[in-house]
């Protein structure tokens, strides 16, 4: 048996009130569900500290900070166009952060792209990007999806490799939102803007200084 015959591709449906959208999530041994960013530096800033990074996201230009809402979805945070409703928002970047066990990172990107080209059948078109980069210039693993015979909310999903977690943006547009190409610049302006910090604990005390 091969190791991605391990896997179990988890496909969460999501209603909104105009729109239904399909996140495809990817359940590994020792994968852990999605993790709430911890904190926020401002209004519009998430932070996560995970075990060897820390990292900080931020929405594009007239886009506001989702997180109780976009938790009780299954997501960590969300970003969303100012003054909209989460749940019938026109745009949505959700983000997921999962901590990984011992499964090479490589080998979760192909299984959920597995997964993907299962749900969405032969008539979709899913390839991957080459150029999506971090504010670091840390390139993320990241898929387009298209289908020329019908409407797909899911525009594109990139994974970053923090080594003991893994981030996951996924980009869902509504047939009344904006064009598809300009949800698809302020994703990767989203990305351009997510920043990792390597994280350094303070050493413990030692007695008798």
């Given at each position: 048996m091969t190791c991605l015959e391990n896997f179990s591709a988890d496909i969460r449906t999501m209603c909104q009130k105009l729109v239904v959208f399909i996140a495809v999530l990817v359940t590994l041994p020792g994968l852990v569900g999605a993790i709430e960013?911890?904190?926020?530096?401002?209004?519009?800033?998430?932070?996560?500290?995970?075990?060897?990074?820390?990292?900080?996201?931020?929405?594009?230009a007239g886009f506001q900070l989702i997180t109780e809402a976009a938790a009780a979805d299954g997501y960590s945070i969300a970003f969303i166009p100012e003054g909209e409703p989460y749940d019938s928002a026109t745009t949505t970047i959700a983000v997921t952060i999962f901590t990984i066990g011992k499964n090479p990172f490589w080998q979760l990107v192909m299984a959920d792209t597995m997964a993907l080209r299962r749900h969405f059948g032969p008539t979709a078109d899913i390839r991957a990007i080459d150029s999506v980069a971090n504010f670091d210039g840390r390139r993320l693993e990241s898929?387009?999806?298209?289908?020329?015979?019908r409407f797909i909310p899911n525009v594109s999903f990139s994974y970053f490799d923090g080594g003991s977690e893994v981030v996951i943006f996924e980009l869902i547009i509504t047939e009344r939102g904006i064009p598809r190409f300009l949800a698809e610049s302020l994703y990767y302006e989203c990305i351009l803007a997510f920043k990792t910090l390597p994280r350094r604990d303070e050493p413990p005390a030692v007695e008798g200084n």
């Open positions: 960013a911890e904190s926020t530096l401002d209004s519009n800033t998430a932070v996560h500290e995970g075990k060897d990074l820390i990292y900080m996201m931020r929405p594009p898929v387009y999806i298209n289908d020329p015979t």
